[in-house]
């Protein structure tokens, strides 16, 4: 197959390039960044008629002057109106949106702002459960985005957040903090616990001015600033404050890989956070690492990855299953609207599956290198809510080839869609424009794959494994740890230890409606481009 997979990385590698001019609306001659006059006629709406979305592409009420990073050349930003701009997203939405056909269409000139425009532009359905269909629409300023998703640059704290209890008395955890940040050389670590923040009490103040003063500070951006955390150290509780901005971070998406010696054989950890191009060069580090060490079992710790890039998705999955069982099968299968059954209607090509990839690709290894492969026929997979997107599709695409996949942790997130990244006038947008299923052609885990059985359930969403919750009083990695150390129980004994509910539990109802208002919540800074299922 590597004379087949040669073939496969290259058509992939094209595909990464038409995607980024396609998101960039193509490019004039590098070094010019003077705007032109656009050509168009003049701006009409009529309900039910689209034009095609490039009509209004890159007219831009703000053109963007200077280079492209991702193409080298100027952009195509020319001079035009914010009602250019939406009335893109409406041609744009119409044509590639999954459920386009669940879309009031409205007027775009009685819509205020793009942004404002652009929320109006998915289904307001909600699913049995409570959910919304669409939780997975969003923006990102664009060269935040490129940076974020190319070298994994983010500004923060370092630090990823969990609100435990988000009414008084309110208790935040530390979650994870990043290598390297301010707040990990300044000795913050998981399991610490937030009591203040700039003097106003995290866990009672419930005042507006409190609030928002918390607010504020968890999610400040700007460098310049600086706010005084009084942490209480985990373990021994004792208190003490740490002054933090926000820097210029490096995300490390494969921060903790590791042996773990047992009676019956080494098994490997691998702690996998951002499927961001630079995780595949460390990924392809890690397999090696853990087949050198002849690991028996592999621990996949997909607890906070929200997914990012699909490619790598397969990629690790083949690593992990080995060739025999994945050499010629889909990892992915992707399944666009009703008006694009035969061909992907972004890149133009035929719409064939992914298949499980066998060879670097060249996000941030040499391309064409075949894989390592650890040849396993059982993973396990410690999950959480913030499990999602091409991270469920690991789960989907091992399943589908008849890897077990053993789930410890709590419910993912439930996200079988995708889509491609569009750029327009300086802002990416997100939409959902494809769902995927797995080998099988399985799909249906919108309400997150599962130990626990929840009425109406998919059975293909349910798995064999135990709920056991986040343990803040150890590191990641740790065999003492509890999610760790209820994968090797399973391992041992198949079985669940005391108190963890397993898959045998009785069926319920799974519980997303909201809890009863008993103050104000904080709003916790989230990361949106992190929790995606993006094809390249």
């Known amino acids: 197959m590597g004379e087949a997979m040669s073939g496969m990385s290259c058509r992939l590698l094209a595909t990464a390039a038409m995607i980024l001019l396609t998101a960039c609306g193509g490019g004039g001659d590098a070094g010019s960044s003077a705007p032109t006059t656009p050509t168009t006629p003049a701006i009409s709406y009529t309900p039910g008629v689209f034009r095609a979305a490039s009509t209004y592409a890159s007219q831009c009420q703000a053109p963007r002057p200077g280079i492209n990073p991702e193409t080298g050349r100027s952009y195509p930003d020319r001079q035009g109106s914010s009602l250019a701009e939406k009335h893109f997203l409406r041609s744009w939405t119409n044509n590639l949106y999954l459920w386009y056909d669940e879309v009031v269409d409205r007027d775009p000139a009685l819509i205020a702002g793009v942004l404002d425009y652009f929320n109006t532009q998915k289904t307001t359905a909600v699913l049995l459960n409570g959910r919304a269909k669409d939780e997975y629409h969003f923006t990102y300023d664009t060269a935040e985005y490129y940076a974020l998703s190319q070298s994994g640059v983010s500004v923060g704290y370092g630090i990823s957040w969990d609100a435990v209890r988000n009414f008084p008395p309110r208790k935040l955890v530390v979650q994870h903090v990043e290598a390297g940040s301010q707040a990990a050389l300044a000795g913050v670590t998981r399991g610490a616990e937030v009591l203040s923040i700039d003097g106003v009490d995290l866990v009672n103040d419930n005042t507006q001015s409190g609030i928002e003063a918390l607010n504020r500070a968890l999610s400040e951006s700007r460098m310049e600033v600086s706010h005084a955390f009084v942490f209480a150290d985990r373990g021994t509780g004792a208190q003490r404050t740490v002054t933090l901005a926000p820097a210029a971070i490096t995300l490390n998406p494969v921060p903790v890989v590791r042996a773990h010696p047992t009676a019956s054989g080494a098994v490997g950890y691998l702690l996998f956070t951002d499927h961001i191009a630079t995780s595949e060069a460390k990924l392809v580090d890690a397999v090696k690492q853990l087949k050198a060490a002849n690991v028996q079992d592999l621990v996949l710790d997909l607890r906070y990855n929200g997914g990012g890039r699909l490619l790598i998705a397969s990629q690790l999955a083949h690593m992990i299953a080995g060739s025999a069982r994945t050499s010629g099968k889909t990892f992915e299968r992707l399944i666009f609207n009703s008006k694009h059954t035969v061909t992907d209607p972004v890149t133009g090509d035929r719409l064939e599956p992914m298949p499980f990839v066998d060879q670097t690709v060249g996000f941030s290894a040499m391309p064409g290198q075949l894989l390592p492969t650890l040849n396993l026929s059982r993973v396990y997979v410690l999950t959480t809510e913030r499990t999602c997107s091409a991270s469920e599709s690991i789960i989907n695409g091992l399943r589908g080839v008849g890897v077990e996949v053993i789930q410890i942790g709590g419910d993912t997130c439930g996200k079988p869609y995708g889509f491609y990244p569009q750029d327009n006038c300086g802002t990416t947008y997100f939409a959902v424009q494809f769902k995927g299923v797995n080998e099988l052609g399985f799909g249906d885990y919108a309400a997150g794959f599962s130990v626990a059985s929840y009425s ?64 104000t919540p904080l709003s916790l800074p989230t990361e949106p481009w992190r929790n995606n299922r993006i094809y390249h």
């Open 456 to 519: 109406g359930q998919p059975a293909g969403a349910l798995l064999r494994g135990c709920q056991v919750a986040d343990d803040y009083s150890r590191d990641l990695g740790d065999p003492g740890e509890q999610m760790f150390m209820q994968a090797l129980e399973w391992r041992a004994n198949a079985t669940c230890s005391p108190g963890m509910s397993s898959a045998d539990a009785a069926p319920r109802v799974k519980p997303f409606a909201a809890s009863q208002a008993e103050g």
